[in-house]
């Protein structure tokens, strides 16, 4: 009975143990008797036992290899340290388990082997600044290469490119001219905007200038051309009030001489009275010196 027992734990823990469940995102490889028997997907299988056997677990999601520097060099001779990032992902698990032994060290021989074809066919300066393209022909020499392998290559990066100690120094005295370069032009062209600037100012402010200039001698003469018509319509008046009144000859010779002061204006040195009028000067000239005393 105790035999019985024993014989009936063992039988069910072999089939405990036979019943297999592959989870999400994973695939199992099972070989019956030595040879390939199928790929077990997601779900509750059952394993013979001693038969069947799972020779290997795959993952199906997408994975990333980072491998380290590797040296290369350009086609001008430089040698440099370049590390890569590749992401695949395994779409054939039987092609996967026996297409390539350890096909983690076979991709990343051939990550390493096509890096060096691509750059070697490149100059320094087309290497640091063709990144994109780089990345892209790795990744289709890449994917075609690891289609018999059941690896589907999604996209691989050139993480970081390290050139020789002096090379780098050299790019850094480079950059550093540059940047300096553009500033100078920076401030020329600014110096250049700001000169612009103040000669359209001056420019304008002349322009004003002159215009107030203008404006004011037009508003000058047209106040004096207003005070001469004024001066005019006073003596005209003043003349056709005369006539109204029929003055005398006195009256008119005493008109004129007022005229003529108005004309000398205080800034003739000499003035030349008709012989007629000199008497009446004097009468009036003594008029002014008796009403004085």
């Known amino acids: 009975m105790p035999y019985i027992i024993a014989l009936i734990v ?28 199928a790929v077990w997907g997601v779900g509750l299988h059952f394993k013979l ?16 290899l980072d491998y380290p520097p590797q040296p290369v060099i350009t ?13 695949f992902q395994i779409t054939d698990p039987k092609l996967y388990t026996y297409g390539v032994e350890k096909p983690m060290t076979a991709m990343e021989t051939l990550t390493a082997t096509t890096l060096r074809n691509i750059i070697g066919d490149l100059e320094l300066d087309q290497t640091l600044t063709s990144r994109d393209i780089i990345n892209t022909k790795m990744r289709a020499i890449l994917d075609e290469a690891t ?31 540059e ?18 600037l103040i000669a359209e100012g001056e420019k304008e402010s002349a322009i004003l200038r002159a215009d107030a ?22 003596l005209a008046d003043s003349l056709e009030m005369l006539n109204k009144s029929a003055p005398n000859d006195q009256v008119i010779k005493l008109k004129s001489i007022q005229a003529m002061e108005k004309v000398a204006d ?12 000199q008497g009446l000067v004097g009468l009036a000239s003594g008029l002014v010196e008796g009403v004085k005393e």
């Open 10 to 37: 063992i039988l069910f823990a072999i089939i405990i143990k036979c019943i297999v469940v592959v989870q999400q995102s994973k695939a199992f490889v099972i070989e019956r008797l030595g040879a390939f028997q």
């Open 49 to 64: 036992p001693f038969i069947d056997r799972i020779a290997r677990r795959v993952s199906l999601k997408e994975q990333v």
């Open 75 to 87: 086609k001008d001779n430089v040698t440099m340290q370049i590390d890569t990032v590749v992401y």
């Open 147 to 177: 289609d018999p392998w059941g690896i589907k290559v999604n996209r691989v990066e050139l993480k970081n490119i390290l050139p020789p100690a002096d090379i780098q120094s050299s790019m850094e005295k480079q950059m550093k001219a």
């Open 179 to 196: 940047r300096d370069r553009r500033q100078a032009i920076l401030q020329a062209e600014g110096q250049k905007k700001s000169a612009i």
């Open 213 to 234: 200039e203008k404006q004011a001698a037009i508003l000058k003469a047209e106040g004096e051309a207003e005070a001469i018509r004024a001066v005019q319509k006073a």
């Open 266 to 277: 205080g800034k003739a040195t000499k003035i030349i009275i008709p012989s007629e009028m």
